[in-house]
């Protein structure tokens, strides 16, 4: 029993964990928008959208496994 609920725990942690870096990555991301120079400014959005898919997804998988 408490074997599962330490897993359980361990779980959530690493997705709330992920979705964290992710959300830096975001930030870090918008900030490279404004800065690179206009050959480089389509590339950098193409990542900041995947960006924003993997936080979504990760925010919807730590909602998953939160206790209902």
Not at 31 to 47: C, K
Not at 63 to 68: D, G, T
Request: hydrophobic letters at 35%; zero cysteines.
């Amino acid at each position: 029993m408490a074997t599962n609920i330490t897993e359980d725990w361990e779980k959530r942690e690493t997705a709330t964990e992920l979705a964290d870096i992710i959300h830096v990555s975001q930030e870090m991301g918008q900030r490279l928008a404004l800065e690179v120079t206009p050959d480089l400014y389509g590339d950098v959005q193409d990542l900041n959208h995947l960006l924003q898919e993997a936080y979504f997804k990760a925010t919807s998988i730590r909602r998953k496994l939160e206790p209902q």
